[in-house]
């Protein structure tokens, strides 16, 4: 197992993905304003996340919640120190991405051939097919491409998912030249054991630096799994989604990402460097909250909202 430091023996920095403007938006019964998503955006990227995942171009029937991607990217002001991320599905949405100036693009496919088919309608090895020339177009505009491997612990529809079926799909995107993975704990079932399996059995295939924890919080788990992630293999590329927002609609029941504000808190309290300020996060997280009509599903926005808690003693 590789230890969170660097060669010279200092904390090696914890990266946070932001993905509450698509994965935590995309499952919202109502529709959020496009003025309202560019607000969101805007105000994460001062909390000091390093990457924004801002949308999807993806077709607006199949996720009516990101079919305004395009002008959010227009719309949107972009910080120097933060990458502008998408979620492309073929060549007309990778297309759509680089017209909007995408800095980043990620395809998606799953360990488990039933939710893949739910999910995109295809077998494992048809997405990764798709994914051939989307790779190579990017690649070619010198924009770089995550992978994302959905239900790499469990299934909604198979159960338990094996280390060696994550590890056959995660090299096969690795023959295609993603440049990172992203393992999707999509419906957050998984504990820290079966965290330990599957990082032994994909760590001996993919250098950390490559590698991104995407963990959802359905069973209160995704703080422990992402803290052994870090502590125990040296993992420091996290998804999170501010006040915790999100949802699958093709894995029922489960609850959203686990919260950037909680996650950013345990890393720090943990020891670990992470340049987020989740009091800001929080504040992201709330405005949209309320515009959706829903609470914060995160821990830490609770404490801040107590009498005497660290919002009152500031």
């Not at 009516?64 to 979620?87: H, I, T």
């Not at 994550?166 to 504990?191: F, H, K, Q």
Request: net charge neutral; with cysteine; hydrophobic share 40%.
């Amino acid at each position: 197992m590789t230890k969170p430091h660097a060669q010279d023996g200092r904390p090696r920095s914890i990266r946070i993905t932001e993905v509450g403007p698509r994965d935590g938006l995309q499952n919202e019964s109502r529709f959020l304003p496009t003025k309202s998503k560019v607000a969101f955006i805007d105000a994460l990227a001062a909390t000091g996340v390093d990457e924004i995942e801002a949308g999807a171009f993806v077709s607006p029937k199949a996720v009516p919640q990101m079919s305004d991607s395009d002008e959010v990217f227009r719309q949107m002001r972009r910080a120097k120190s933060v990458v502008y991320s998408a979620l492309v599905p073929n060549e007309r949405g990778l297309e759509r991405a680089l017209a909007a100036g995408a800095q980043k693009v990620a395809v998606f496919t799953a360990a488990s051939e039933t939710f893949t088919r739910k999910n995109i309608d295809a077998t494992i090895a048809e997405s990764l097919h798709r994914f051939e020339p989307v790779v190579a177009r990017a690649q070619a505009a010198g924009v770089p491409v995550r992978g994302y491997i959905s239900t790499v612990a469990f299934c909604p529809y198979q159960g338990r998912i094996r280390a060696d079926q994550v590890v056959s799909v995660l090299r096969r995107l690795i023959d295609l030249g993603v440049e990172e993975v992203a393992l999707g704990e999509t419906i957050g079932r998984a504990a820290p054991p079966d965290i330990r399996r599957l990082l032994d059995a994909v760590l001996a295939h993919l250098d950390q630096d490559r590698l991104a924890f995407h963990c959802h919080d359905t069973y209160g788990l995704g703080v422990a799994n992402s803290l052994i992630a870090w502590q125990e293999y040296g993992l420091t590329l996290f998804d999170a989604s501010a006040g915790g927002l999100g949802g699958c609609p093709y894995a029922p029941g489960a609850s959203g990402n686990v919260a950037t504000e909680d996650l950013v808190y345990a890393f720090k309290a943990s020891g670990a460097v992470v340049d987020v300020d989740e009091a800001r996060v929080v504040e992201a997280a709330r405005a949209v909250a309320q515009e959706l009509g829903r609470p914060l599903a995160s821990r830490l926005s609770q404490v801040l909202d107590q009498p005497g808690g660290p919002r009152g003693s500031a």
